[in-house]
């Protein structure tokens, strides 16, 4: 009897890579500002306090290839995608731009080794701006495209979104900015990827 194996959808970005804690200490440096990890938001434009065209000329860097290939590891985060490649097929389904696939791929292979991934999605609501021919796809598009069965993410909008069509949630709080109240019952909130993990195995 062949038994199909749970495919997983990967986030990068506080998932993998601990994407605001390199924001908090770049933004600090960049711009003479004292922000601490918990003052991260995705509303930028709120935690640097500026308005809406200084946020936009500052995103610009955020969103690079030169920031990307610049962050550093999850803790916990090699180990337990070793131990989910025992218990599930992985794919990776980021926010990032297209046109950071190769730097995407370049850190993942840097970091992990080898691969652990059987694809790797890449659309972001930035990538607008390349243009009206640009693909672009929300977490639950690209979910429902990959056949995927469990999403481990750090927002807790694409949990949501994805849950409506059956997919389970994993919302990974490493950094402990998630509130309570930003949660529901359906979603699995984790602290450390050893978290992770256990919620896995336990389905």
């Not at 930028?44 to 000329?57: H, Y």
């Not at 598009?141 to 927002?155: A, G, N, P, R, T």
């Not at 699995?188 to 992770?196: A, D, G």
Request: aromatic residues 10%; negative net charge; contains cysteine.
């Amino acid at each position: 009897m062949v038994i199909q194996m749970v495919h997983i959808g990967l986030d990068i970005d506080g998932v993998l890579a601990d994407y605001e804690n390199a924001f908090i200490s770049c933004s600090n440096e960049m711009y003479a500002s004292n922000l601490e990890v918990h003052d991260y938001s995705n509303d930028w434009r709120s935690v640097w306090r500026v308005d809406n065209e200084t946020c936009l000329d500052r995103s610009t860097y955020f969103l690079s290839d030169e920031f990307y290939s610049t962050l550093g590891i999850i803790p916990g985060a090699r180990d337990g995608v070793k131990s989910l490649m025992r218990l599930a097929n992985i794919s990776i389904v980021s926010s990032r731009s297209e046109s950071s696939y190769n730097v995407t791929r370049s850190w993942l292979l840097r970091i992990f080794g080898e691969p652990f991934w059987d694809s790797i999605s890449l659309s972001s609501p930035w990538d607008e701006r390349q243009g009206e021919n640009a693909r672009r796809f929300t977490k639950l598009e690209q979910c429902v495209d990959m056949e995927i069965d469990v999403l481990i993410d750090d927002e807790i909008r694409h949990l949501i979104a994805v849950s409506e069509v059956g997919v389970r949630g994993i919302l990974c709080s490493f950094n402990s900015h998630v509130q309570q109240r930003d949660t529901r019952k359906d979603v699995f909130v984790c602290r450390s990827w050893p978290e992770v993990v256990d919620v896995v195995s336990s389905w």
